[in-house]
């Protein structure tokens, strides 16, 4: 099996979430907050979403610490906020990576974050590429239980940046680049605490 999915719990009803991953046959949940609770979704805490998944036939995974938008690093904040190309480079997080594609190879998984729509979430735009730049199909599901490739995801990130498709002098990856930064930057966690990261030099 070579395909992944995506999915934001965001204020979805449990019965709902759990109907949309059943009609897309998930066997396993991969929990990448960095924080396995919820406090305007409580039904999304960790203790029971894995009863109400347990409940479906459905293994949970929390893999926050691998796979998390936060980092406890210095290294991997730029002026307080977390540089996604930099935590992706990270041990921790390739070990994530790398236990997730392990998993594949038993269960049809879905990585859960928060957000709903997956171009506002690092679950798209940190793990899901880095995932779809090993050769992986990732499919994000949306609320409305439509699939968005990966592929389209990226086309809807440029539009979102305002960045072509391509011109004379770059690609349509070098705009795609450009726009995982442009979007970063918007999104990423912020940790003021992590603004003086620049004793941490990183290029």
């Given at each position: 099996m070579n395909e992944i999915y995506t999915i934001g719990h965001s204020n979805?009803?449990?019965?709902?979430?759990?109907?949309?991953?059943?009609?897309?046959?998930?066997?396993?949940?991969c929990d990448v907050r960095s924080r396995p609770y919820s406090?305007?979704?409580?039904?999304?805490?960790?203790?029971?979403l894995k009863i109400a998944l347990a409940a479906a036939d459905i293994a949970y995974s929390f893999l926050g610490k691998e796979l998390g938008a936060r980092s406890e690093n210095p290294a991997c904040y730029k002026h307080g906020r977390v540089q996604y190309s930099r935590l992706a480079e990270?041990?921790?997080?390739?070990?994530?990576?790398?236990?997730?594609?392990?998993?594949?190879?038993?269960?049809?998984i879905a990585l859960m974050c928060s957000e709903k729509d997956?171009?506002?979430?690092?679950?798209?735009?940190?793990?899901a590429r880095q995932l779809f730049k090993r050769g992986i199909q990732v499919s994000h599901l949306l609320a409305d239980s439509s699939l968005e490739s990966h592929a389209d995801l990226e086309s809807r990130l440029l539009a979102l940046c305002k960045l072509p498709e391509?011109?004379?002098?770059?690609?349509?990856k070098d705009?795609?680049?450009?726009?995982?930064?442009?979007?970063?930057?918007?999104?990423?966690?912020k940790d003021d605490a992590m603004?003086?990261?620049?004793?941490?030099?990183?290029p």
């Open positions: 979805l009803e449990i019965a709902a979430f759990i109907a949309l991953l059943r009609q897309h046959d998930i066997t396993a949940l406090r305007y979704a409580q039904q999304y805490s960790s203790e029971p990270e041990p921790l997080f390739q070990e994530g990576i790398d236990r997730v594609i392990q998993g594949m190879k038993r269960y049809r997956p171009v506002e979430c690092h679950r798209a735009l940190l793990v391509g011109d004379m002098f770059n690609t349509r705009f795609v680049a450009q726009a995982y930064v442009v979007q970063g930057e918007r999104v990423a966690y603004s003086g990261e620049e004793m941490f030099p990183v």
